[in-house]
């Protein structure tokens, strides 16, 4: 059974039919009528098996509308998607939510997040709401890193030195990711609005000796494996934590924002680098989640970045959990 320390609410038809119940999903009000911008409390805290979850709010990116954002897409129609939600439609929400496994006498860290004040000015969350929630930088055991885009790595350094944060930390990720990266040809091959943080990984990352570089459906620690998702980047992956029969799918930008992407999983986000792949991989993960019954975290959910996905013919309901 997933327990959680707060009451999950479902109030949707997506909700319904994850109960078993008949009927075509139709959003006709907001799963919630007016979901906050950003949470009261920034850390929660949940089990799956005998895994402990604390996931923890970093920030949000108040992204300006961008006809350029969803390929091929309006802005009147994302903001209708948004609306559908109950999510705000003065701007795009991206939340950033970093997820804290406690397994084995471990303390995994799921990305590193974005770095207080590098991502996004008010992106400055997580050392303090990592306290609040009684977890301690210094005993971070493991990071276990989905693909290196900057608001999922640049937590790892500190800002204006690159000085690593986690210098003892085994940094976890999938070979492809880092090869593709810091292949010393990348740097010129990359559009003039990536060099700035591919130059930062390149003259960084490669420094470190606390990698560990692991192949697809490596288990990279006890009760957890790697699970390529390609698209998002070429090397982007998710993790399946497994405690008894209860697993938790940490699915990072897969579906990074359900809204827009639940209901129109062909929609090509711009910061998929190969959007026909990400669409494969998007259903893919969400289809293995659906019918396994696997709990899900993203990292760009509504925090605290969990929810219940159902299926609605090629398509898909989501309803977030609220705090």
Do not use: C
Not at 43 to 69: C, N, S
Not at 127 to 133: D, Q, S, T, Y
Not at 230 to 255: C, F, R
């Amino acid at each position: 059974m997933f327990s959680m320390t707060r009451r999950t609410v479902l109030q949707s038809a997506a909700a319904a039919a994850a109960f078993g119940l008949a009927g075509k999903l139709e959003f006709t009000r907001p799963a919630f009528a007016e979901t906050p911008v950003e949470p009261a409390v920034g850390f929660y805290k949940y089990t799956v098996g005998d895994i402990e979850v604390t996931a923890i709010y970093d920030g949000i990116w108040k992204k300006p509308h961008d006809p350029a954002f969803i390929k091929d897409v309006s802005v009147d129609d994302t903001k209708a998607a948004l609306a559908k939600a109950g999510l705000t439609t003065d701007f795009m929400p991206i939340p950033l939510t970093v997820v804290v496994l406690k397994m084995g006498g471990k303390l995994i860290m799921m990305d590193a997040g974005s770095g207080v004040g590098q991502w996004q000015a008010n992106a400055t969350h997580l050392p303090a709401n990592m306290a609040a929630a009684g977890i301690d930088y210094k005993a971070i055991d493991t990071i276990m890193i989905s693909h290196f885009h900057p608001d999922h790595v640049w937590g790892l350094m500190e800002k204006g030195t690159n000085t690593p944060v986690f210098p003892n930390a085994e940094l976890i990720v999938n070979a492809t990711e880092y090869n593709w990266w810091t292949d010393p040809s990348r740097l010129a091959k990359l559009p003039e609005g990536r060099k700035p943080a591919g130059k930062r990984i390149a003259e960084n990352f490669p420094k470190w000796k606390n990698w560990k570089l692991v192949q697809d459906g490596t288990e990279v620690a006890p009760g957890i494996q790697i699970i390529a998702a390609p698209g998002h980047t070429p090397g982007h992956s998710v993790y399946l934590a497994n405690s008894g029969k209860e697993q938790l799918m940490i699915s990072a930008d897969t579906m990074y924002v359900p809204a827009l992407l639940a209901p129109h999983p062909e929609w090509q986000g711009s910061y998929d680098q190969d959007g026909p792949t990400a669409i494969t991989t998007r259903h893919k993960i969400i289809d293995r989640v659906i019918a396994d019954n696997i709990r899900i975290s993203g990292s760009h959910f509504p925090f605290p970045g969990t929810g219940v996905f159902v299926k609605d013919g090629n398509a898909y309901g989501f309803t977030p959990v609220q705090i």
